[in-house]
């Protein structure tokens, strides 16, 4: 499994747009092949911090999505952070509870 994770902070400005674009990416996302979760997730002590998490069953499949037009939307939000966002890609190998 490949698991995504995008933090990112925006300004009061430019949070809600971000927040608007971000949750419109959501049902895409989940009805690509492949994707297991796609998650939205808001700091309840800053407003303006979100974080992006995506999970895909392999390694083909994410290499499928960074491709599509969603993927490209997910970018230009992130060229809306006011500070450069933090980005993890993590292969997991297994998953238990």
Do not use: Q
């Not at 809600?16 to 092949?33: F, Y």
């Not at 998650?39 to 069953?57: C, K, N, P, Q, Y």
């Amino acid at each position: 499994m490949i698991r995504i994770r995008v933090s990112m902070v925006f300004s009061a400005e430019s949070s809600d747009e971000a927040l608007s674009v971000l949750r419109s990416l959501l049902g895409p996302v989940r009805a690509e092949p492949g994707c297991s979760a796609t998650r939205l997730l808001r700091d309840v002590d800053s407003d303006g911090a979100l974080t992006w998490v995506e999970e895909w069953r392999s390694a083909a499949d994410f290499e499928r999505h960074f491709r599509t037009p969603t993927f490209r939307s997910l970018l230009a939000v992130m060229d809306l952070a006011v500070a450069r966002p933090e980005v993890e890609i993590d292969e997991v190998a297994s998953r238990r509870g």
